[in-house]
Structures are given as structure tokens and as C-alpha cells.
């Protein structure tokens, strides 16, 4: 098959590399010429792409067989109010406007988008399924998400969307250092919620979800994490900073994320499951 991977960052460049060896001819995208230049070397097709130009899309989107959407705001731009409201819509809605639009009928389109689309508007569930209620809330960052969404789930049964947890890997620093880094630079300000649940997804357990979703052609939309309920943002964070001579962390609950467990049954019924995402030093916490 020909795929497209939109976005060849951490998720990207592991699902297009797992592709590439299983025989597919994979072309990646970054969005600058420097960024490409580093992508040559690892891959046949490498091509810069903006996911807001409509014309580039639409070239690079043209005879593939599988579009693939990896590509995500930066960390550092989502810090802030401001920082989300001036990337969030460009990099999620308006990417999957254009690839909508310009793919071909048989084409199928596998999208990454984020376990934040729940806010905490299912928090009073036992435990929160691909059915349960989204959030309402006007922060950019699930309302952009959920736009995204909702124009990928237009395409029916060509579309697989994976709502993750918080994506790390390989060069990632540890929780320890991100929170001495967010006493640094932010002032031990941080934009989520204490009382959220610390869902973290590996990249290997995305990219291996991204390339069972090609292979499987499941549709439709699917938590992706792992099941093991991991604990709140407040009880680790607060504890590491303690452990580093460092106060509590202010949450100021601006991106509210779910405090109840998520279920990930309807992925693990297609037969896939997130077994590298979970820290088992963490169950007792």
C-alpha cells in the first residue's frame, strides 16, 4: 500500500518506520526543509507539508492508499491560553479539513487525537468508553480536538481516530525533571488538573496502534492508553516535588482531563493492546 504519515515526529517516524518494513511505500512529511533533509536519511519519501496549505495536502494526499495523521501542537506551545488558541486550530482542524477534502474515495485515514476530549464531563461514570460525554469546555486545546475529530469521522468506515494519553519515548526527560522544569519555566504553574488521572501512552504502543489500525482497517473511535488505572496528576507531581526539595505545583484546571478510569475494551476487542505504557512502580500510588 502507499501511506501517507502526516507529522513524522515520535509517533510518526516509529509508525512510518514499522510500515516501511513491512513493505509499504511510506512517504513522511515535516514542516520545514531542515526537518526534511533529516527525514531522507531514514526514509525513501520525504516531503515538506503544512497541514493548513490546502494545495500541498492535496498533492501530497493524491493517490495514497492510507493517510496517516500523527502531527500534534507542540508542548510548548500549549501552555497558555493564548499559546493553544494560536496553534491548536491550524494544526488539528485545519489539517483534517484539507486531508478530508482532498482524499480519494478508497482512501482511509488513520488520526491520532487526545483522551482530553472527555474533560471532565464523564467523571461521574464508573468508567469512560468511546460513548461517554465529551467536554463542553471552550479551552482550544479539547475543542479543537473534538472539531478534528468529528471532520475525520465524517469519512464513516475509512476512519480510525485513537484518542491518546500523554504521549512519551525515547530523549523524553523523566516526570521527575519535566516537573523541576515546570517550577523553572512556569513558575510551578501548570494548565491541567490535579485530580486528573495520569494516562501516558508509549510511542512504541502508538506507532504499533497506528500500523495495527492500517493492517485491520478498524473504523471508527478508540481510547488508546493502557488499562491499568494509573494515579492523579497531584498525587505523582506533588510527590516528585517534594522528593526534590520543591512545593506543590498550582493546577489551574484549564484542560480538564478525566478522573475516572478509561476503558479501553472496544480497542482491545479488535485485538490490540497498550503493553509498554504503563509504569508499574506507579500502582501504588
Do not use: W
Not at 31 to 48: I, M, N, P
Not at 119 to 131: K, M, N, Q, S, T
Not at 180 to 203: D, I, N, T
Amino acid at each position: 500500500m502507499r501511506v501517507l504519515v502526516v507529522g513524522a515526529g515520535l509517533v510518526g517516524s516509529a509508525a512510518a518506520t514499522r510500515l516501511a518494513g513491512l513493505g509499504h511505500e511510506v512517504t513522511v512529511t515535516a514542516t520545514s526543509v531542515e526537518k526534511v533533509a533529516t527525514l531522507q536519511e531514514r526514509y525513501a519519501h520525504a516531503t515538506v507539508l503544512r497541514g493548513s496549505d490546502a494545495a500541498t495536502v492535496a498533492a501530497a494526499v493524491a493517490g495514497q492508499d492510507v493517510v496517516v495523521v500523527t502531527a500534534g501542537p507542540s508542548a510548548q506551545g500549549s501552555m497558555t491560553p493564548e499559546g493553544r488558541a494560536a496553534t491548536y486550530r491550524d494544526v488539528l482542524v485545519r489539517t483534517a479539513e484539507n486531508v478530508v477534502a482532498s482524499v480519494e474515495p478508497q482512501t482511509r485515514v488513520v488520526a491520532l487525537s487526545s483522551l482530553s476530549v472527555y474533560g471532565d464531563a464523564a467523571d461521574h461514570l464508573d468508567r469512560i468508553d468511546e460513548e461517554s460525554p465529551l467536554t463542553g469546555s471552550e479551552d482550544p486545546s479539547p475543542r479543537n480536538f473534538i472539531a478534528m475529530e468529528r471532520i475525520y469521522s465524517s469519512l464513516g468506515d475509512r476512519a480510525t481516530v485513537l484518542r491518546c494519553g500523554d504521549i512519551f519515548g525515547p530523549g523524553d526527560p523523566p516526570i521527575a525533571e519535566k516537573v523541576a522544569m515546570a517550577h523553572r519555566y512556569l513558575g510551578g504553574s501548570v494548565p491541567f488538573s490535579g485530580a486528573a488521572l495520569l494516562y501516558r501512552l508509549h510511542v512504541d504502543d502508538a506507532a504499533d496502534a497506528v500500523v495495527h489500525a492500517v493492517h485491520h482497517e478498524i473504523s471508527g473511535i478508540f481510547n488508546l492508553t493502557h488499562a491499568e488505572v494509573p494515579p492523579c496528576n497531584a498525587a505523582l507531581f506533588d510527590r516528585l516535588s517534594l522528593d526534590q526539595g520543591l512545593p506543590a505545583l498550582e493546577y489551574r484546571g484549564e484542560i480538564a482531563a478525566p478522573s475516572s478510569p478509561i476503558s479501553v475494551e472496544r480497542l482491545a476487542a479488535t485485538g490490540f493492546e497498550a503493553g509498554r505504557s504503563f509504569d508499574p512502580a506507579l500502582a501504588d500510588l
